[in-house]
């Protein structure tokens, strides 16, 4: 092989690689509007934390939120306490915290 056609091989490797990477950061940028929405709204989140793998968002009227929604989303579990949920997401909830915050 010519090393032109190794040039165009990784070149469509790269857009390839490029296209699925955009594919899934939109995919997830809907699962944490659905999340939001779940949450009972933007304006019903108080605070975000993460403790490790558990995402802890303190809201203003807890019974807004959707928990079977939630769980449809991926966590693997919600637990309330008081006016927080402590929601499982492993290891996305460093970033579902980062874009929570950007929206508020």
């Known amino acids: 092989m010519q090393p ?6 990784i070149l469509v490797l790269v ?3 490029l296209a ?3 594919a899934n950061s939109k995919d ?4 944490i509007n659905k999340l939001v929405e779940y949450l009972g709204g933007k304006d019903n989140i108080i605070d ?3 403790e490790m793998s558990r995402f802890k968002v ?7 939120a959707n928990k079977e929604g939630i769980m449809k989303l991926g966590a693997k579990g ?3 306490i008081e006016d927080q949920l402590k929601i499982i997401f492993g290891k996305d909830a460093k970033k579902l915290k980062k874009y929570i915050d ?3």
């Open 58 to 64: 303190t809201l203003k009227d807890v019974t807004k």
């Open 28 to 31: 997830f940028k809907l699962e």
């Open 48 to 50: 975000t934390e993460v």
């Open 15 to 17: 857009i390839i690689f």
């Open 78 to 80: 919600v637990v309330e």
């Open 4 to 9: 032109i056609h190794y040039v165009i091989i």
């Open 20 to 22: 699925v990477i955009r």
């Open 102 to 104: 950007e929206l508020k």
